[in-house]
């Protein structure tokens, strides 16, 4: 249990400083991120048109199931514009402290569940490689079951959704090379 606490937090610590690397060093994601022309106007007529945080989803899906509805929705979606916003109008500081600890522990506790993971496989019989292309399987279960599902159903954009695979890829594997180092059967 010592080794895989251990393995959790060396690999966690990793991950979140390659994720530190892909935000501010590598253009992954910045390049993938938009601004606003008229931001101010956008964010005018956001703050008119929603009044919680929350997901918003345009245009809006019809709640009733008449035909017409379902019609006239099928012709705004097929006409475009069509979008998804993420929508906190009390906004945030701006420091991203809270969010970067977080994301830390986020990290440590997913390399915690990876270590153990990799514990009760076959992989960890296995040498250094073939434990570290266990981490990063998992990094590519992520990528197909949340990267490519938002890619379909919420239509993100490839440049944004290739940049995030990217991410996730790497990431697991470069905490898949801390985590390897400590899970591992003993010989």
């Known amino acids: 249990m010592k080794k895989i606490l251990l393995a959790g937090v060396v690999g966690g610590v990793l991950m979140f400083i390659w994720s530190a690397v892909a935000w501010m060093a590598i253009p992954l994601h910045t390049s993938t991120i938009r601004t606003m022309a008229n931001e101010d106007s956008v964010i005018t007529a956001m703050k008119n048109g929603m009044d919680r945080k929350a997901v918003y989803m345009f245009p809006a899906r019809p709640v009733s199931g008449e035909q017409a509805a379902i019609d006239a929705w099928t ?9 998804t916003v993420i ?3 009390a906004g945030y500081s ?3 402290l809270p969010e970067m600890g977080i994301g830390l522990l986020d990290c440590i506790l997913t390399a915690m569940l990876a270590a153990w993971l ?9 040498g250094y490689f073939a434990r570290v292309m266990f981490c990063g399987t998992l990094g590519l279960f992520i990528c ?3 990267h490519i599902v938002n890619w379909n159903w919420m239509m993100y954009p490839v440049d944004y959704t290739t940049g995030w ?4 890829l790497v990431g697991w594997v470069v905490g898949g ?5 400590f899970v591992k059967s003993a010989a």
Not at 119 to 126: E, G, I, N, P, V
Not at 165 to 168: G, L, Y
């Open 75 to 83: 012709r705004k979606c097929q006409q475009g514009p069509t979008g």
């Open 87 to 89: 929508y906190n109008p």
């Open 94 to 96: 701006g420091m991203m």
């Open 118 to 126: 990799l514990s009760r496989s076959t992989a960890a019989k296995s």
């Open 144 to 146: 197909l079951a949340v």
């Open 165 to 168: 695979v990217a991410d996730t």
């Open 177 to 181: 090379i801390g985590i390897s180092a």
